[in-house]
């Protein structure tokens, strides 16, 4: 049985990742260089936590945008 969250949702592959997890998932594949690389800002380069810069991509849509993106850039050349 498909839980009614999946059916409001079925063809967004971003529903039900959090962005926490994106970033950690980013994390272990990039690291901290690499995905200051990828996505250009501040908090990935200078002194980052993941803390401080899930704070940041939760106020910054265009920086947010960005990194998932790249999360699914890098899940769909993993399949």
Known sequence: MISPAMQ???NNPLHGVTLAAMLDFLLEELGWEGL???VDVRCFQIDPSVTSSLKFLRK???ARARVEQLYL???RSEQ
Request: glycine content about 0%; aromatic content about 8%; charged content about 25%.
């Open 60 to 62: 910054v849509p265009w």
């Open 8 to 10: 409001e949702q079925p």
């Open 36 to 38: 200051a690389n990828e």
């Open 73 to 75: 850039h890098i899940k």
